[in-house]
């Protein structure tokens, strides 16, 4: 794990301030509609690999930060951001010896998890989005998780 705690809560801090960066950078249209839920991949990551740091106030605090961003219902992504770490944060142990693949598996089931949360969540509240492009960064985000935990495996191992 990591030597230095405060170190390791900068990097956590840093990521999630380039996640919440990465879901409001413009983009085009073709590409928008895909752009994964990269501030979820780093909480997924962060939980994996540092639990104790990166708990479910972690989880909450980045949901939080969408829900500002994106100007919707108060509590709807800080509610689902914190039940996928909820689940993450228990398996962890089992998925940190999985096979990068089988994470990017378990992961596209957390990004399907949280989707369905807020697609129902938006039902509630008569807000539905119903179309079939809401489910594709479900799999941009699962095809990305590979390379996302190289980039961050590589940076934690240089910064040790």
């Given at each position: 794990m990591m030597s230095n705690g405060s170190t390791g809560s900068l990097r956590?801090?840093?990521s999630a301030i380039v996640g919440l960066l990465l879901a409001i950078v413009p983009l085009p249209h073709w590409l928008e509609v895909a752009r994964p839920d990269f501030l979820l991949l780093f909480v997924v990551y962060w939980s994996?690999?540092?639990?104790?740091?990166?708990?479910l106030a972690f989880a909450w605090l980045c949901g939080f930060g969408i829900d500002?961003?994106?100007?919707?219902?108060l509590?709807?992504?800080?509610?689902?951001?914190?039940?996928?770490?909820?689940?993450?944060?228990?398996?962890?142990?089992?998925?940190?010896?999985?096979?990068v693949w089988?994470?990017?598996a378990w992961v596209l089931l957390m990004l399907l998890v949280y989707q369905f949360g807020v697609f129902w969540i938006d039902g509630i509240i008569s807000q539905p989005v119903t179309t079939w492009e809401r489910w594709l960064p479900v799999f941009s985000g699962a095809l990305l998780w590979p390379s996302l935990v190289a980039v961050l495996d590589t940076w934690n191992r240089r910064r040790r």
């Open positions: 956590i801090a840093l994996l690999t540092a639990p104790r740091v990166a708990g500002l961003l994106h100007g919707v219902v509590g709807q992504h800080a509610l689902m951001f914190l039940l996928v770490g909820a689940i993450t944060h228990r398996w962890q142990l089992q998925l940190r010896i999985f096979p089988q994470q990017a």
